[in-house]
């Protein structure tokens, strides 16, 4: 029973998509942030996405070779949610175009890895896992914030 709550956390639901499941994943906390664009709810979905995802990850990954598996996309999950966070910081509301907006900054700023996450994506731990998905996060977030400001 642990193993499955574990995989379906560490999954969303959406983790098996043929194609593209971190985009999946990422698609997941944007309808979310569409659907119910409250700060106080997307706050208690990243830290449970947080802790619950790390946990989660240890439990999927333990016998593993590969600890970040495609199917993984919880990370994906906190990693947006916090972008839209950061947005909210600057914005007390998330329009359609901000949602839009945070996804593909989020999907660049994962995919790409700058520095420090593709420090935290060499580390292979389930903390790690975490880590890389926050800190493209938190680029997207501060970059949504800028691009809305300059224009």
Sequence with gaps: MKKKLAYLIATCFVGKCPKAPGTCGSALAAFIAWLIPCPFVLTGLLIFSIFAGILAIKVVTKTLANKDPGYVVIDEV?????????????Y??????AILGGFLL????DISKIWPASFFD?????????????????????ALGLIFYLF
């Design 122 to 142: 060499r580390q292979h731990t389930p903390t790690s896992v975490m880590m890389d998905d926050l800190v493209a996060g938190t680029y997207a977030g501060l």
């Design 106 to 109: 989020f999907r660049f700023f």
């Design 78 to 90: 906190a990693g947006q949610t916090l972008a839209y966070l950061i947005f909210f910081g600057f």
């Design 92 to 97: 007390k509301q998330l329009s359609i175009l």
